[in-house]
């Protein structure tokens, strides 16, 4: 999905700034985010390509357009040439 949080959301983690070499394998292949966290992934430069796999559905990632995978969602991530880009992990604030 692309577009906006659910309302209560706070982010408690950003991974380093990735990019199509150091993207880690496991992030390549299918994973999924833990119970009640939302991954935002943002581009900073480049294309990245988010694959939701139970929906089949391919979305491109630039740096007008984050991608968001909710919870447990099982998808993928590919870059298109040269990228960077992080990943920010949001929960209900405790």
């Known amino acids: 999905m692309t ?5 209560g959301l706070t982010a408690y983690r950003r991974t380093p700034v990735f990019t199509e070499t150091t993207l ?3 992030l390549r ?4 985010t833990k119970a009640g966290v939302w991954g935002v992934i943002t581009v900073i430069e480049g ?11 391919d979305s491109v ?6 991608g ?3 919870p447990e969602e ?3 991530v590919e870059p298109l040439g040269p990228v960077r ?3 920010e992990f949001h929960a209900a604030a405790q």
């Open 29 to 32: 292949h299918r994973h999924r």
């Open 24 to 26: 880690p394998q496991g």
């Open 3 to 7: 577009g906006q949080l659910p309302p």
């Open 85 to 87: 880009f992080y990943i």
């Open 74 to 76: 099982p998808h993928e």
């Open 61 to 66: 990632l630039t740096s007008d357009v984050p």
């Open 68 to 70: 968001i995978a909710g």
């Open 47 to 57: 294309r990245l390509r988010l694959r939701r796999l139970d929906s089949g559905e």
